[in-house]
């Protein structure tokens, strides 16, 4: 029986952390409607999502681009189908890579940083000091965050799907293993991406946009212990916003193809 | 789970363009009057019967029973963790009791319909952390429940920002930030947060914390002060002594979760009982209670 005790004792804590994250996710959608309202606060969230996080989520696209292009190119050559690069590239970039690679950073860059900052604000009695203001936290905080996230990761991903792809045909071009032509690769890459591809990867964005505020506002509303607690929500909201896109990833792949 | 909304925003579709025009500005109301906002405080009747807490086997508050005058400024003493702090949280349904009822102005807080009736009243709390909103200026914080409220136009709010600042002594501090803020303004612009709200109920938790004795000093002045000032109904939470006898006009005292001790700070002084004689010996530094 005492065997069987921490394996219940488990069960229950993840019973209950789902359940408090789809109570927060509920009450965050039914806030929605007070959006009209809150938009200063939403668009200084989406400056922080999108245009802070803008410069790095490029030049990391940049260099997946120009990576799986020396990498697949050269393999390619090999067998002397290097012009199928421009399609490898662009349907990975804007079917997985760019999606996936994308809210992984910003899950590490805004995610993390959610965590603290609701975890600092409920460590320091802040977010009791909003309830007895009779602002609520959810709506104060959490709503616009959401918002924000479902709105910037999509656009920051279109971005990253864009430069990633014209990484990989720059080095398509320069590289002399592959040398293919940039417009043989603009051609080949428009040939096999269609408009759906791109709608399904910017679908997928927006879910793990979500997945990242759902994540970091959860894990920061349920920090305690101190200066301690905050660091352990940060760590905790990167590990689990990770996982959960990798498993939203499968998921959506399975029922999108 | 998360929050206890108190707000009713109205809904969705009737004056969705309104909202929108207010999400970019603070206030569009117009005017010198304020919606839902009085501005006199009247103070409120507290009735704690039999409140009872437990974190796991730990028995924090035992049956509890306190009653508390409308405008009458009464503080809770003891050393740290016999609950004093928990039992101000539950006044202002931070959390929850296992057992017991508030009663507030004759309604249960507990209660949804009779909290419905209880609604005319307002309570604020000043936190021992001060609870600054970093993000925000010192003006801001103090007008941020005005502006969320949004039932003030944006003048009469800055009116009503600069008027509570004078109350505490901050007057033209609007633009700083809080962290050039030193413990002592950061507890007074709390203060003016609160006070901001009009409370009829207002409750310190600790607040001369980390302050040192002039400034506890100035602090207790200012809330003095304002006992002169606003009629309202103050809970201090603290275990300064001389700051609850100084300010109260009647003091409890709290040990292992229970109340041993109720009276006017004189009837406190002369107590008999050996854990308060033994608590004012301590916190007056050597210094016997009267009738030694």
Redesign the interface.
């Known amino acids: 029986m005492q065997i069987l005790k921490p394996i219940g004792s488990s069960v229950l804590a993840v019973g209950q952390t789902v359940g408090?994250m789809i109570?927060?996710l509920c009450?965050m959608l039914y806030f929605f409607?007070?959006?009209?309202?809150?938009?200063?606060s939403?668009f200084r969230q989406m400056s922080i999502v999108g245009i802070e996080t803008l410069p790095i989520a490029m030049l990391v696209a940049l260099f997946v681009g120009m990576v799986l292009s020396v990498q697949t190119g050269s393999e390619l050559a090999l067998y002397g189908t290097q012009e199928a690069i421009g399609a490898i590239v662009g349907l990975s970039m804007v079917k997985e890579l760019g999606p996936v690679m994308t809210s992984l950073l910003v899950a590490g860059r805004v995610g993390s940083s959610m965590a603290a900052e609701i975890g600092a604000?409920q460590v320091?009695?802040?977010i009791?000091?909003l309830?007895?203001?009779?602002?609520?936290?959810?709506?104060?905080l959490?709503m616009p965050r959401l918002i924000a996230c479902l709105f910037a990761v999509p656009a920051l991903v279109a971005f990253a799907m864009v430069v990633g792809i014209i990484g990989g045909g720059i080095v398509a071009e320069v590289n002399p293993k592959i040398g293919v032509p940039f417009n043989v690769y603009y051609e080949n890459m428009t040939r096999a991406i269609n408009y759906k591809d791109i709608i399904k990867g910017l679908f997928k964005a927006m879910v793990f946009g979500g997945i990242i505020a759902h994540v970091g506002c959860y894990v920061g509303?349920k920090t305690s212990g101190g200066a301690r607690g905050i660091g352990e929500s940060t760590t905790r909201s990167v590990v689990l916003s990770f996982l959960l896109i990798m498993i939203a990833n499968y998921l959506l792949t399975r029922f999108m193809i | 789970m998360f929050s206890d909304d108190k707000s009713n925003n109205g809904g969705f579709l009737g004056n969705f363009w309104t909202k929108v025009a207010h999400g970019f500005s603070p206030a569009i109301i117009e005017g010198e009057t304020c919606q839902i906002y009085h501005e006199g405080s009247n103070g409120v009747s507290i009735e704690i019967e039999k409140l009872n807490k437990s974190f796991g086997d730990h028995h924090v508050l035992k049956d509890i029973d306190l009653s508390i005058k409308p405008g009458e400024t009464f503080s809770i003493i003891g050393p740290s963790g016999t609950g004093k702090s928990l039992l101000l949280k539950h006044i202002v349904k931070l959390i929850d009791a296992d057992s017991g009822r508030i009663i507030i102005n004759g309604h249960d807080i507990d209660d949804p319909v009779a909290r419905k009736g209880a609604s005319d009243f307002r309570y604020s709390m000043v936190f021992q952390s001060s609870a600054l909103f970093n993000s925000l200026t010192v003006g801001e914080n103090v007008g941020l429940w005005l502006r969320e409220k949004r039932i003030c136009a944006e003048v009469r709010i800055r009116r009503i920002i600069q008027e509570k600042l004078r109350l505490v002594g901050l007057e033209g501090k609007e633009e700083l930030r809080t962290s050039e803020l030193s413990g002592g303004m950061k507890k007074r612009v709390a203060i003016a947060r609160s006070l901001a709200m009009n409370p009829d109920l207002i409750l310190y938790d600790e607040p001369t914390a980390e302050l040192d004795p002039v400034t506890s000093d100035e602090l207790a002045r200012v809330i003095m002060s304002l006992k002169d000032k606003v009629k309202l109904t103050t809970i201090i939470v603290s275990h300064d002594l001389n700051f609850a006898l100084y300010l109260s006009d009647r003091v409890a005292m709290m040990h292992d979760g229970e109340i041993i001790a109720l009276g006017t700070p004189d009837e406190i002084k002369k107590s008999q009982n050996p854990i308060v004689r033994n608590f004012i010996y301590t916190t007056t530094k050597g210094i016997q209670g009267e009738g030694d």
């Open positions: 408090e109570s927060l009450e409607k007070e959006a009209p309202r809150n938009l200063t939403i604000m320091y009695e802040e009791d000091a309830k007895t203001l009779e602002i609520n936290p959810v709506r104060y959490a509303f």
